[in-house]
């Protein structure tokens, strides 16, 4: 079993749309988690961290339930440039050295 | 400030050469990272370097691979009698708290 699993998409939804990815990881012991976006054929980007009591930033809210050990990421009123692919990343236990990343979910945001 | 920067950034070499990927972290960052990404693929983490610790090798994926990092400057990524399997973008990444990550541009490497 993978340690991080996302359900790949493709998400094709229209500007002004609310959109959410969820992911599912492995290891009960994971201790940190994240959200990164990636565009084509560019590096991944740190979008933002995710918190046991769950954080906001603008446009996007991440929720982190550790009772059943999966990650969202909500995307409220889209934008052409959300557009991406997006990575959900897990760090194993206190002292682990390696992050885990998931596949990606594609959003492609239509006008 | 300077990114994370890797070169060459294109690579096309043929079945059974070696080559070698440099890596130039953000300065001050004490953790450095390899992975690999193939085509449509995931991250795969390869190996980590923390300062002057010993490495975490545990993700390189034969022993035609090996990395090597002097201090907490640049890294290289060593890929002995390349075979097609390994074509791929290799991404190097460098992170002052091992948690948070900078990647650079990465080197897309085609064996022919």
């Known amino acids: 079993r993978k340690e991080v699993e996302q359900d790949p998409g493709p998400f094709n939804v229209p500007e002004g749309a609310t959109v959410a990815f969820n992911c599912t990881y492995s290891n009960s012991a994971s201790q940190s988690f994240f959200w990164y976006r990636q565009d084509c054929r560019k590096e991944p980007k740190l979008l933002m961290s995710v918190y046991s009591s769950g954080n906001e930033d603008g446009r996007f809210t991440a929720q982190l339930n550790r009772a059943s050990q999966y990650i969202s990421l909500l995307i409220r009123d889209s934008k052409l440039s959300d557009s991406a692919t997006y990575l959900c990343v897990a760090k194993g236990s206190t002292g682990a050295n390696n992050l885990f990343f998931g596949t990606g979910t594609r959003l492609t945001v239509i006008p | 400030g300077a990114g994370v920067s890797q070169s060459p950034s294109n690579k096309v070499t043929e079945k059974g050469k070696d080559v070698e990927l440099r890596c130039d972290p953000i300065?001050?960052?004490?953790?450095l990272y390899w992975y690999r990404q193939r085509l449509g693929q995931g991250l795969e983490f390869l190996i980590y370097f923390q300062g002057n610790s010993a490495p975490d090798k545990s993700g390189l994926p034969s022993d035609r691979f090996s990395a090597e990092r002097t201090g907490e400057s640049v890294s290289t990524l060593t890929i002995q009698r390349t075979q097609q399997e390994d074509s791929a973008v290799y991404l190097c990444?460098?992170?002052?708290?091992?948690?948070?990550?900078?990647f650079g541009p990465g080197t897309r490497l085609l064996v022919l």
């Open positions: 300065s001050g960052h004490t953790a």
């Open positions: 990444a460098s992170s002052p708290n091992k948690e948070t990550q900078y």
